[in-house]
């Protein structure tokens, strides 16, 4: 079974600051990686996902996450926020034959404040 | 054009009613899946269809059937609604079972049992 850890519950940042969104995960076989978007009252939207390759995978709206294997690591980062992102963030894992079932860390809600 | 929609958007019901959730997706996709939200915000999948075969069924009370009429439509039905029940249930679909397949997200059914 694999699990993820988002290691902050809540991120609070100044518009125009960067941002780093922690995730760290367990699993004893390979695993694909992702970053979701929930804004207020809407459902998930993708942000970014690891799947093989290049391990600094760049996704919508500026955002871009590094896998590190040694570390079991997928930290979401954006150089310079705005107050749109203020949204929920998800990490999720899957894994190849587990019928693309994600598991989900616990969530990051970034505030963007002015 | 909403890709994944579901109906209603809130259902507010007493305890120990039976009521349908229904989701119906436009992109042609092969899989579908149900995920629950609790109050913490945390995300745990329920089922999964794949061309109207169930694929993944989490546990999950028997009181909760998901039904498939056709690969575009899974609908949940829950049986003796219960407080625990209250939760924002999300359709998801994805063009197959792979892992690593992007999942596309409905807005969400936020039910509240009172």
């Known amino acids: 079974a694999q699990s993820v850890t988002q290691l902050d519950s809540q991120v609070p940042v100044f518009e125009e600051a960067p941002v780093e969104l922690r995730c760290n995960y367990s699993?004893?076989?390979?695993?694909?990686l992702f970053w979701y978007v929930q804004y207020p009252n809407q459902g998930l939207q993708l942000l970014l996902k690891y799947l093989s390759g290049s391990t600094l995978v760049k996704g919508i709206n500026g955002f871009e996450a590094e896998f590190n294997k040694s570390q079991t690591s997928f930290h979401l980062r954006k150089p310079s926020v705005h107050i749109s992102d203020t949204a929920e963030y998800f990490c999720?894992?899957?894994?190849?034959?587990?019928?693309?079932?994600?598991?989900f860390g616990g969530g990051t809600r970034v505030l963007v404040k002015p | 054009d909403t890709a994944v929609s579901q109906t209603p958007k809130y259902l507010v019901t007493q305890m120990g009613n039976d009521k349908s959730i229904k989701c119906e997706q436009n992109?042609?996709?092969?899989?579908m899946y149900w995920y629950k939200q609790d109050s913490k915000k945390f995300l745990k999948i329920m089922f999964s269809y794949n061309n109207k075969e169930l694929i993944i069924n989490e546990t999950v009370p028997n009181r909760f059937s998901p039904k498939s009429p056709d690969k575009a439509h899974l609908n949940l039905h829950i049986n003796s609604l219960e407080l625990g029940d209250s939760a924002v249930y999300f359709c998801?679909?994805?063009?197959?079972?792979?892992?690593?397949?992007?999942?596309?997200f409905g807005q969400g059914t936020r039910l509240t049992v009172v």
């Open positions: 999720a894992v899957s894994r190849k034959a587990a019928g693309n079932k994600l598991t």
């Open positions: 699993s004893s076989v390979s695993v694909y």
């Open positions: 992109l042609g996709h092969d899989t």
């Open positions: 998801a679909s994805s063009q197959d079972r792979q892992g690593g397949t992007e999942a596309f």
